[in-house]
């Protein structure tokens, strides 16, 4: 099925997408007329290539992401540091549970792909899963581990031919992306399925 995305501060840079590749990339007057039959998906503010995290093993294995229902003992944000081992050791089943909440969290942010070593069965699975690329980190890491390190990451210009992989943020610009945070995204697409999107 072939679907345009188009973001209103971004119409300039709208995306044909056939499957899980990107068929074009262009003004979406140009795709529009080339292609009608496609459905169309308009969102808010700008559509890019989407983020890429250096923080994959802090974030899914040195974190635990509760389960909601167990807010009343464990909150509902992410816990960090020798709590979450214990959390994982008093259960380890609990493990792959958290990655996967944790990819959730990620892919909310606009992250469509992750860096840094995981070792853990666990959140490698997660990420496979929901199709994230697993890219190089960068040599200095921004700040600590966040779901919206600064600065950003944005991944390379999106191209016809390669995969379907973008997020879109109700920013007005890039600038506004870079001061808001990845907390803006309204949608994250990988492998041309829409894995997120704000409520």
Request: aromatic residues 6%.
């Amino acid at each position: 099925m072939l679907t345009i995305h188009v973001a209103e501060a971004s119409p300039e840079t709208a995306v044909l997408v056939d499957g899980d590749r990107i068929a074009a990339v262009g003004p979406f007057d140009d795709l529009a007329a080339v292609r009608p039959e496609a459905r169309v998906r308009r969102w808010p503010g700008i559509l890019t290539p989407g983020l890429l995290n250096p923080f994959g093993p802090e974030l899914l294995e040195g974190m635990y992401h509760p389960d909601p229902r167990e807010a009343e003992g464990f909150g509902t944000e992410p816990i960090p540091g020798e709590r979450a081992q214990r959390i994982f050791r008093a259960d380890a089943s609990r493990r792959g549970a958290s990655a996967r909440r944790g990819v959730q969290r990620l892919l909310a942010h606009g992250t469509v792909a992750v860096a840094g070593e995981l070792r853990d069965r666990a959140a490698v699975d997660a990420v496979r899963r929901a199709g994230l690329a697993v890219g190089r980190r960068p040599e200095k890491l921004p700040g600590g581990p966040s779901f919206s390190p600064v600065p950003l990451v944005l991944l390379p210009s999106l191209a016809p031919g390669s995969p379907a992989r973008f997020a879109v943020f109700d920013v007005p610009d890039r600038a506004s992306l870079a001061r808001l945070g990845a907390s803006t995204c309204v949608a994250t697409v990988i492998g041309g399925k829409l894995v997120y999107r704000a409520r």
